[in-house]
């Protein structure tokens, strides 16, 4: 198992099972990582209207990351990455928005954002590289 395999998913290292092919790519693990945290600040009431729209569009990177990577064709493959960019930049200004309401600490938000932009980096590439999508660190 390559090292990229074990960081896509750390309690699959000691497992021989197979991996989908979305599992392999930083990208992903990163948008996992990035909903789970969206997810605990959505668990604060605070968040308000918010709070719906963070966890759709933090739910929304991932699961078009994993699509995109189950298209054949690079046009569809590049749709469903353009789309969980354009999630991932929501997300970004979401938390921009709470933070400047107050909702947000400074340190949460500069997390997600720095999560976030490195996201949006993985993406772009994905989605003007010619081919399959191989590991994206």
């Given at each position: 198992?390559?090292?990229?395999?074990?960081n896509?998913?750390?309690?699959?290292?000691?497992?021989?099972?197979?991996f989908?092919e979305y599992?392999?790519?930083?990208?992903?693990?990163?948008?996992?990582?990035?909903?789970a945290?969206?997810?605990?600040?959505?668990?604060?009431?605070?968040?308000?209207?918010?709070?719906?729209q963070?966890?759709?569009?933090?739910?929304?990177?991932a699961?078009?990351?994993?699509e995109?990577?189950?298209?054949?064709?690079?046009?569809?493959?590049?749709?469903?990455?353009t789309?969980a960019?354009?999630?991932?930049?929501?997300?970004?200004?979401?938390?921009?928005v709470?933070?400047?309401?107050?909702?947000?600490g400074?340190?949460?938000?500069?997390?997600g954002?720095?999560?976030?932009i490195?996201?949006?980096q993985m993406?772009?590439?994905l989605i003007?590289?010619?081919?399959?999508?191989?590991?994206?660190?």
């Open positions: 198992m390559s090292e990229t395999q074990a896509a998913n750390p309690d699959r290292q000691q497992d021989s099972s197979p989908l599992e392999r790519l930083d990208c992903y693990r990163l948008a996992v990582e990035f909903q945290i969206a997810a605990r600040l959505g668990s604060e009431r605070r968040l308000g209207v918010l709070r719906d963070l966890e759709r569009a933090s739910v929304s990177i699961l078009n990351i994993a995109g990577v189950g298209r054949r064709a690079r046009a569809d493959k590049a749709h469903f990455f789309i960019r354009g999630s991932a930049t929501e997300c970004a200004a979401i938390l921009e709470a933070a400047s309401r107050g909702l947000l400074v340190p949460v938000q500069r997390h954002r720095a999560q976030l490195r996201i949006v993406l772009t590439r003007e590289s010619p081919g399959r999508p191989g590991p994206v660190s």
